[in-house]
Nanobody, 125 residues
Framework: VVLVESGGGSVQAGGSLRLSCIASGRSFSRNDMGWRRQAPGKRTEFVASMSGSGGRTFYSPSVKGRFTVSRDVAKNAVFLEMNDLQPEDTAVYYC???????????????????WGEGIQVTVSS
């Protein structure tokens, strides 16, 4: 199973970026997929996710209203539209897929979950 992210980069405060992640090797149609991030010197934190069935979305309070998570279940893909980016959003962003069907939102992560390699997002003031 491989998760491949794309779309990171550097922007100024107030700018926008769109992250994409495409999974291969198994279907995640019934699993929560989303994004987590790790800023320098900090622990990995939940950013946003969307459930496989029902399309429920979950957001960290720090990004709610600025970021939008979406999925293309048929393509095994998840996206993150990031608007009004701020310097505190600077981090490595990881695509995350929950290994367990039925778990959703900011839970875990769990030992057997799937991760992308990470993509850098840098926001300058």
């Amino acid at each position: 199973v491989v998760l491949v992210e794309s779309g990171g980069g550097s922007v100024q405060a107030g700018g926008s970026l769109r992250l994409s992640c495409i999974a291969s090797g198994r279907s995640f149609s019934r699993n929560d997929m989303g994004w987590r991030r790790q800023a320098p010197g900090k622990r990995t934190e939940f950013v946003a996710s969307m459930s496989g069935s029902g399309g429920r979305t979950f957001y960290s309070p720090s990004v709610k209203g600025r970021f939008t998570v979406s999925r293309d279940v048929a393509k095994n893909a998840v996206f993150l539209e990031m608007n009004d980016l701020q310097p505190e959003d600077t981090a490595v962003y990881y695509c995350h897929a929950d290994a367990g069907a039925g778990r959703v939102g900011p839970t875990g992560p769990y030992e057997h979950d799937y991760w992308g390699e990470g993509i850098q997002v840098t926001v300058s003031s």
